[in-house]
């Protein structure tokens, strides 16, 4: 194992209430319900994909034009980034730190594969910037998650060999893209919804350096 690939929302921190709130107040504007039980389909999606379900679910996805429904992903960027200027460290998942300690201790390499636009700047809030090797720009990803093209660039920005890389989701399709990717994926949340991981942990606190190399050691059995 030679590098591990983050998600960040919901892994190294939850911002997943602060897009539920930014997204449920544009939907509101625009008539649409966006409840907690729809916001659970819109994570590890990027923005203007999160948009088109919206929109689709409200009925009207032919009512925007592309210039329009940019104009309205800026908008709910522009609520979100309000919501999330009060995080500090304490914001960070339990077990983060120092898993993100052991692995530099290790000489393992860590990239953030998010399809966060914002992830940089969400890094310097929980003042863990330091720790990553690289960040995957999204803005230069064809194909959004399911597809495998954000760890593919993930892998190759660390130098790594994808065989020889380990991501860790907490979305179904982040899993799906970790997959597709020919990397092994570990993930945290209800292993039903995970079930295409090589290992599900209920908790970011049970991730460890040794779960990991477990789960890629017997991904080579």
Sequence with gaps: MKAVL???????????KFHFLAWRDLGAELGIEVDEAF??????????????????????????????????CVKKNAHYLELIKEMTPADI????????EELKAAGIKMIVTS????????LDLLQVRAYFDGIVDPATITAGKPAPDIF????????????????VEDAASGVEAIKS???????????????????VLPSTADLSLAVLQEAWENSKK
Aim: hydrophobic share 45%.
């Design 6 to 16: 983050f998600d960040l929302d919901g892994v190294i921190t939850d911002t997943a």
């Design 39 to 72: 916001n659970e389909e819109l994570k590890g999606v990027s923005r203007i994909d999160s948009l088109e379900r919206i929109l689709a679910q409200g009925g009207v996805a032919d009512n925007y034009s592309s210039a329009e429904k940019d104009e309205l």
């Design 93 to 100: 998942l339990p077990g983060i730190i120092p898993l993100l």
């Design 115 to 122: 399809a966060s636009k914002n992830a940089p700047g969400i």
């Design 152 to 167: 593919l660039a993930g892998a190759q920005l660390a130098g790594a060999d994808p065989a020889d890389c380990v991501g």
């Design 181 to 199: 990717a020919g990397i092994v994926a570990v993930a945290v949340g209800d292993a039903q919804v995970l079930a295409l991981a090589d290992r």
